[in-house]
């Protein structure tokens, strides 16, 4: 096998036990944050997958995983703030 198959083959693998290590963590319900979460757990997986096929530019992916922190960021920071407001 090439070099290529082996990449693919193990970001798949490491994306997979991070998917079912979300599942296997998260508490009952899908809310805002979990909703969230998996979204851009799922966003990275896939954007990896693409870049590893060489089927994605590194300035696209770049720019992908610029969008996931920054989300990321407000997303945290908004649960954080909500907490401290003693809002659900």
């Not at 997986?45 to 407000?74: E, M, R, T």
């Amino acid at each position: 096998m090439e070099i290529t198959t082996w990449l693919l083959l193990s970001i798949f693998v490491v994306g997979i036990v991070a998917m079912v290590g979300f599942f296997v963590t998260k508490t009952k319900g899908f809310g805002r944050f979990a909703t969230s979460s998996f979204l851009l757990l799922l966003i990275v997986i896939v954007s990896s997958l693409l870049f590893a096929a060489d089927k994605l530019d590194v300035q696209v992916l770049a720019n992908i995983f610029f969008a996931v922190i920054g989300f990321a960021g407000g997303l945290f920071t908004g649960k954080e703030s909500a907490l401290s407001n003693g809002t659900p």
